[in-house]
DNA sequence: TCAAAAGTGTTGACATTACACCCATGT
DNA sequence: ACATGGGTGTAATGTCAACACTTTTGA
């Protein structure tokens, strides 16, 4: 009355834990829109040559025997973005029984990966990335930005867990500072407007938004003694969250 | 090159995965303190008597093949505390591999659960409950409500998954009605601004909270004809979740 | 009669909203 | 010359913070 689940080795002979992974929601800001990076995933039959599969999926991968969750989760953003140190959170675990069930997916699974367990439970994490530096295509030509409103055809339950990142993203971004993580070091108001528009959904009022945000001293001028404020050039800021910090408001607005 | 993990059984027969568990965090307020509900955990030597362990866990348990993540939490919570259709929200997963290994841990699982995994990923779940409902010692004598700022020593990670529930819960009750989960269905203005003092550790003026919270469509007085607000007798308020959803302000104060 | 808890109102400071015009530049 | 995008100010409204006294009852 006993199951075997084996751990199995992969192809850089890494042995991996076959019930436990991560996968990550990467999310990049361009052309005023919130976009998300997704791996294409293609299965041919082997004989015909008929696309059996053809769609997308996340980043994401099973965790090795001996990693830390935390340390996966950053090994696939290494490994898919070369990117580190930056912004990654985990936000929700995936662990419906069935949510490798669909039969697409157990094709993959099965032709791939068949020592995957039948159960598999994924740790989502959301990364926030400055897209410009990703350089398009370094070794994974599969891999592409889409916006989050014009998804292709996802893998498993990805369509899920990225909608459930993106709620994740918009509730931490009206409460907290963190789409700066998605633009630039140096940025604009209007650069910082749009993405608050594009990611909320809502439309602000450029006047007020300028005087809301020019009252913060977490957000700094970068001076520019060349330009005489014209038009067409314009400012240049900075996060900084070490201002922040100590500057916090210890305003009690908590909402009952 | 492979290592077996495999699936037991546990007591009551069903098979479980010896690598996935759930800890919930159950956290009730009285006395005007926020309290977390543990269990002793005693370990003896079989032969001397002697005490080997003597501390304190968290409801948890691993994850049953076949059953689906959110329905291990609910089952832990039922057995647990006899509740069902109570708050429990899915907020962190904790997968540290050294999580377990601490010798005294060691000793428990192999002397209890000898086919536990050595990386055991949990799943944390917090759950707000009245604790009024909670029938003290209902068949789980070793079961005890402890100040969170009093925790006796605990066994595990238990004191970080704790310690992440409680900043979950400060972060959501700032921003969220949630803590009426925590009184009673009818409750006075005062419980209500004990719990607020108590559990994000504020002092808030008596008078300015009744304003605030009076203006709120979705706490309702339940009229009580017979009082003519004579003190000793205070009003008494129902949350409504409904009548909140509805009436949500749209404000955009979002905090850049 | 005293201590303890419930109840109430005003003011100043600050934040949010709504709204319209000018300027510099590149085409 | 015109379209584009950057930049600015004011008035009305709403919310928050600070603050003191009265009433009733149970001990």
């Not at 995957?116 to 994924?122: A, F, K, P, Y």
């Not at 599969?142 to 990142?165: C, N, R």
Request: proline residues 4%.
């Amino acid at each position: 009355m006993q199951r075997k689940c084996k751990i199995y080795i992969i192809k850089n002979m890494e042995k991996y834990i076959n019930n436990i992974s991560v996968d990550c929601v990467i999310f990049g800001f361009n052309s005023n829109t919130l976009k998300v990076l997704l791996t294409e995933r293609i299965l041919k039959d082997k004989k015909t040559g008929e696309i059996l599969i053809s769609d997308y999926t996340l980043q994401g991968h099973h965790v090795l025997v001996g990693e830390n969750l935390d340390d996966a989760a950053h090994r696939v953003l290494k490994e898919k973005t070369g990117l580190d140190n930056i912004y990654l959170e985990q936000y929700y675990t995936f662990g419906d029984r069935s949510r490798l069930s669909n039969p697409k997916d157990q094709l993959w699974i099965r032709t791939n990966f068949p020592e995957t367990s039948n159960h598999v439970v994924s740790v989502g994490y959301l990364s926030l990335v400055n897209s410009a530096l990703i350089k398009p295509d370094r070794g994974h030509k599969f891999t592409k930005w889409f916006p989050v409103d014009e998804l292709p055809s996802l893998g498993f339950d990805h369509y899920q867990i990225i909608q459930k990142a993106l709620d994740a993203l918009r509730y931490k971004l009206w409460r907290e500072p963190i789409g700066f993580e998605l633009l630039p070091e140096k940025f604009t108001l209007t650069q910082l407007q749009n993405l608050y528009e594009a990611v909320l959904g809502i439309k602000l009022d450029r006047r007020n938004f300028r005087k809301k945000v020019l009252q913060m001293k977490h957000i700094i001028l970068i001076s520019d003694p060349q330009k005489n404020t014209s038009p067409r050039s314009p400012q240049k800021y900075i996060f900084s969250r070490e201002v922040y910090e100590k500057t916090k408001k210890s305003r009690l607005d908590f909402n009952i």
